[in-house]
């Protein structure tokens, strides 16, 4: 299988810094998706990651470990609209294998 | 542009029943794909058509079926309804066939309950 672990849920402070984090137990993949789902909303893309390293987007940033199994979203300057699930998911051939995601609450 | 719209927006079904739930890809995709998401979980891959084939399908059973059109509109149909097929099915279109190569657009979904 190709299990993919998330914390459930994070809090943080507007304008504080927040990493999410992102394991896997999986070789076969080609990329590492990051999504944002606000509630009753469509994920929308975030970024990413084919090789290890850092991919860099605004107050976005995700960074990728294959050997590892690991990887991160980085959001930075956070605010009150940054509340949402964000989810990893695992890109294939011709789908995306997705965590459970994490709910991030922003706090004032 | 229009994004990826489906519809109906919500429904709801008793057990037993037939659904039919329908996904407009974004203009020039020719790629489709539904996913099943069940509240506090991520999406979960049924199918994804491509140029109005069937290349990948997921662990549902074969009360899912799904077609692709022409205009690579797609229809997903779900069969004997159960109470756990209540979820959001979203429908997800792309240029190119391969989900590695670049993002998947996402419909708002079609949120169905089964009573």
């Known amino acids: 299988g190709q299990n993919i672990d998330q914390p459930t849920e994070m809090t943080a402070t507007e304008g504080a810094i927040v990493q999410i984090n992102c394991t896997y137990q999986t070789s076969g993949f080609n990329g590492l998706f990051w999504y944002q789902q606000h509630a009753g909303e469509a994920p929308t893309f975030l970024s990413y990651n084919v090789l290890d390293g850092l991919e860099e987007k605004g107050r976005f940033s995700s960074f990728l470990s294959r050997s590892k199994g690991y990887s991160y979203l980085l959001l930075k300057e956070l605010q009150m609209k940054d509340s949402a699930s964000y989810l990893c998911a695992l890109g294939s051939s011709y789908k995306l294998i997705f965590g459970s995601g994490t709910r991030l609450l922003v706090r004032p | 542009d229009a994004g990826v719209t489906q519809s109906p927006t919500h429904l709801i079904k008793t057990r037993g029943q037939q659904v039919t739930l329908r996904c407009s890809p974004i203009s020039g995709h020719k790629s489709v794909s539904w996913y099943q998401q069940v509240l506090g979980q991520g999406p979960q891959f049924i199918f994804q058509y491509y140029e109005k084939e069937e290349r990948g399908r997921g662990n549902f059973p074969d009360r899912f079926s799904a077609r692709q059109f022409p205009n690579y509109s797609s229809e997903l149909n779900v069969n004997a309804l159960l109470l756990g097929d209540s979820a959001l099915y979203l429908c997800?279109?792309?240029?190119?066939?391969?989900?590695?190569?670049?993002?998947?657009?996402f419909g708002e979904g079609s949120r169905l309950t089964v009573l």
């Open positions: 997800a279109s792309s240029w190119t066939s391969g989900a590695h190569t670049g993002e998947l657009f």
